[in-house]
C-alpha cells in the first residue's frame, strides 16, 4: 500500500528524481498560472466585466478579507504569499476527482515544505515589521525563561502545520482506497465529497493558521509602548 | 520514510515560484482592475456630485430668475392695467367730447336751419301778406297796398299825441339832413307826392324826406329823423309765427317729424 504520492517515482538519477508529487505539482502550477493569465488577459476596469473575472475578484477580495479579519493591517502584503497557500491547497484538494490523480498535499514531503515556508516566512515578516530586535525580543516574552518554550513552541506548531495537513489529505485518499475495496458503489462518492469538503476546510486552515502566525509576529511588540 | 528531503526541497522552490506566479499572473491585476474601477467609481461619484451641486446652484439661480420674472411680469401688469385704465378714461372721455361736440355742432345747425327757415318763412309771409293785402284791397276797395300803407301811415302821423308830435317836430326842424323815409317796396311818384304833403301839413312846414327802399323794413314805411322814428309795423304778426315755426322746428329736431302747428295768423295789422 502506498502512503504518499513520493513513491511513485518516474525517473531518478541519484539524489535527483522525478516524483508524482513534483509532476502534478508542476501540473497545478501550470493550470493555475495558465488559468489566471488566461482571465486576466482582458481584465475590464469598466462596471461591466466577464463573470470569470467576477469570480476571480471575489476569490482575491474573499482571502483579503480574512487575512484582514484576522488582524492584518495591510492585506495586499501578505496576499501573495497565503493567498498561494490557501490557493495551492484549495486546487490540489479539488483535483482529486479527477481519476487518475494524486494529491501532492497527501505528501508529507509537500506539506512539510509549506509548513517550513511559513516557518521561514513568519520571522521575515516579524523582522520587517518591527525588526529584528524587536523580533528576537518577542522569544523573551514575557520573561527571560520562556525563550525555550517560545522555541519549541515555534517548531512544534510547524511540525504541527505540516502533519495536519497531511494526515488530513492522506487520510482521505486511504478512505476511499479501503472502502473502495469494500464497497465499490455510491460509498466511496459520498466520501469523495467529503474528502473535498475536509480538504478545503484544511485548506482554510492551513492559511488562516500561517495568517495567525504571521499576525502574532507582526504584532507581538505593539501593547508594549503603552504600558 | 514518509519524507522525502529532496522532494521537500523541490516541493518549497516549487511553491516560491508558484507564489510568484501568482503575484504576476493573478494578484497584481486582479487588485489593479479593483483599484482602477474604484478610482473610476470613486471619479464618477465625485462628478457626479460636482454635476448635482451644479444642477443645485442652476435650480436656484433659475428659481431666483423665475421669480424675479414673476415679479416683473406682475409690475408690468399692474402697470399695463393702470395704463389701459387710463386710455379707457381718456378715451371715454375723448368720445364724450367729441360727443358732445358734434351734439353742439347739431344744435348750432339745427339753430341755423331754424333762423334760415324763420327768416325765408318771415320773408315769404312778408311778401304773402303784402300780396294777399294788395289784392283784398284791389278787390275790395279797388285801392292798392301802397295806398293803404300810405293812408295808415298818414293817420298814424296825424293821430299822434302832443307830446310825440312836438318831439319829432323838433327833431325834423332841427335836423341838418333830410328825413329818411324808409319803404319795403318802391313807392311810385303820387305816394311819395301824398306822403311828403301829409309831412308837410302834419308838421306846418316844408318837411325834407329822403326816399329810400329798404326789404328788411318789415313796418313797411319808416321815417327816421335825427333819433326819432315813426313807423307801421306788422312785427307782433311776425314774432307770433316765428314762435310757431320756431316749435315746429324743435319738434323736428325730436325727431317728431309729423306734428301739426296750429298757427293762427294774426291778420291784423296793427300799430305801434
Excluded at chain 1, 115 to 128: H, M, Q, R, S, T
Excluded at chain 2, 154 to 169: F, I, Q, S
Excluded at chain 2, 176 to 194: I, N
Aim: aromatic share 8%.
Amino acid at each position: 500500500m502506498r502512503l504518499s504520492p513520493d513513491d511513485m517515482i518516474f525517473w531518478q538519477n541519484g539524489f535527483l528524481k522525478l516524483n508524482a508529487t513534483i509532476v502534478f505539482t508542476w501540473l497545478l502550477m501550470l493550470v493555475l498560472a495558465v488559468g489566471s493569465k488566461l482571465i486576466t488577459r482582458k481584465l475590464s476596469t469598466d462596471l461591466k466585466r466577464t463573470r470569470w473575472q467576477n469570480l476571480l475578484e471575489i476569490v482575491v477580495t474573499g482571502i483579503g478579507k480574512q487575512i484582514e479579519e484576522v488582524g492584518l493591517r495591510n492585506p495586499e502584503k501578505y496576499l501573495g504569499f497565503l493567498g498561494t497557500l490557501f490557493l495551492f491547497v484549495a486546487t490540489a484538494t479539488l483535483c482529486a476527482v479527477i481519476p487518475g490523480y494524486e494529491p501532492p498535499t497527501g505528501s508529507l514531503s509537500t506539506t512539510a515544505a509549506l509548513a517550513l515556508c511559513v516557518f521561514v516566512a513568519v520571522p521575515l515578516y516579524g523582522i520587517e515589521s518591527q525588526g529584528m530586535r524587536g523580533y528576537l525580543r518577542s522569544y523573551v516574552e514575557p520573561t527571560f525563561v520562556m525563550l525555550p518554550f517560545n522555541i519549541i513552541g515555534e517548531v512544534s506548531r510547524t511540525l504541527a502545520l505540516a502533519v495536519r495537513l497531511f494526515g488530513n489529505m492522506m487520510s482521505g485518499a486511504m478512505i476511499i482506497g479501503i472502502l473502495l475495496a469494500i464497497t465499490p458503489f455510491v460509498f466511496p462518492v459520498v466520501m469523495t465529497a467529503l474528502g473535498l469538503l475536509t480538504g478545503m476546510v484544511q485548506a482554510y486552515i492551513f492559511s488562516i493558521l500561517a495568517a495567525v502566525y504571521i499576525a502574532a509576529a507582526t504584532r507581538t511588540i505593539k501593547p508594549r509602548p503603552a504600558a | 520514510m514518509l519524507i522525502d528531503w529532496f522532494t521537500v526541497g523541490a516541493q518549497a522552490l516549487n511553491f516560491l515560484i508558484l507564489v510568484w506566479l501568482m503575484k504576476r499572473f493573478l494578484y497584481k491585476p486582479i487588485l489593479h482592475a479593483i483599484d482602477e474601477r474604484e478610482k473610476r467609481i470613486a471619479l464618477a461619484l465625485a462628478d457626479a456630485d460636482a454635476k448635482k451641486g451644479e444642477a443645485l446652484k442652476e435650480r436656484d439661480e433659475f428659481r431666483h430668475r423665475n421669480r424675479a420674472f414673476d415679479e416683473q411680469r406682475a409690475a408690468l401688469l399692474s402697470q399695463a392695467m393702470i395704463d389701459a385704465k387710463a386710455e379707457r378714461q381718456r378715451l371715454i372721455e375723448e368720445a364724450r367730447k367729441a360727443a358732445d361736440a358734434s351734439g353742439t355742432k347739431r344744435q348750432e345747425a339745427l339753430t341755423r336751419d331754424a333762423h334760415n327757415l324763420n327768416q325765408s318763412i318771415i320773408r315769404r309771409t312778408q311778401q304773402e301778406v303784402f300780396a294777399i293785402a294788395r289784392k283784398a284791397l284791389t278787390d275790395l276797395a279797388s285801392a292798392s297796398l301802397e295806398e293803404r300803407l300810405r293812408g295808415v301811415f298818414t293817420r298814424r302821423l296825424r293821430e299822434m299825441d302832443g307830446v310825440a308830435k312836438e318831439r319829432l317836430a323838433e327833431a325834423l326842424k332841427t335836423s341838418s339832413s333830410p328825413a329818411l323815409l324808409r319803404s319795403a317796396f318802391e313807392l311810385p311818384a303820387e305816394q311819395r307826392a301824398a306822403l311828403q304833403a301829409a309831412l308837410n301839413e302834419t308838421f306846418s312846414a316844408q318837411i325834407d324826406v329822403r326816399f329810400e327802399t329798404a326789404p328788411e323794413v318789415i313796418s313797411g314805411i319808416e321815417l327816421t329823423t335825427n333819433g326819432q322814428k315813426v313807423a307801421w309795423s306788422i312785427a307782433d304778426y311776425l314774432a307770433s309765427l316765428e314762435k310757431a315755426v320756431a316749435e315746429l322746428v324743435m319738434e323736428q329736431g325730436k325727431s317728431e317729424p309729423s306734428h301739426e302747428i296750429e298757427a293762427e295768423p294774426k291778420s291784423v295789422v296793427n300799430l305801434r
